[in-house]
């Protein structure tokens, strides 16, 4: 199983959808942020955190943050009939600098007509590139496919990445 398996509940939700193409992409969006609540609780945000499939999200009705609304994000449209990509990005400042906290978000990368268009779920937006604000970290099927299950595969995987990270750019 993976974290986007297309449920028949992820099925019966894409079939009340009316659009096709970049309009469906909007659909989707609006849908999850008319349905879907993130959790101001901070346990339960550490409990679900990257452990839970699509469907167990839509279920619960409830986001941890970027990661969920990927996740949701990509089963409908996937179920939509789009090829689409999870993209785990480390925020460049973090990279840099580094602080306690790790600081990095989730993209969606959607083929229309030919294009990779980049989608932030969480943000509702679309946007033309990453900009400087990020560096990619991995792309996949979703957030399992890159080994990052729960908070410490995700902080030892971005550490470790850090330290390539500064070894590549003291020694072109």
Known sequence: MTQTEVTQEIKDIVSEFKT????????????IHKNLK?????EYKRKYFRSRTSDEIIKSKMLTGC???ALVFLSLIRASGFEAKYVEAIETVWLERGCDEILGHVFVEV?????????????AAIKAWYGR???IYAKGNDSWDLG???????????????EKYFNNSRNP
Not at 20 to 31: A, D, K, S
Not at 148 to 162: A, W
Request: hydrophobic share 40%.
């Open 133 to 135: 604000r990020y560096v």
């Open 38 to 42: 993130v959790s101001q609780d901070r």
């Open 67 to 69: 990661t969920d609304y």
């Open 111 to 123: 083929l229309l007509d030919n294009k990779w268009l980049i989608v932030d779920p969480q943000g």
């Open 148 to 162: 990052i299950k729960n908070f410490d595969d995700l902080k030892n995987k971005f550490i470790e990445y850090r």
């Open 20 to 31: 096709n193409g970049l309009l469906r992409i909007f659909e989707i969006l609006e849908w």
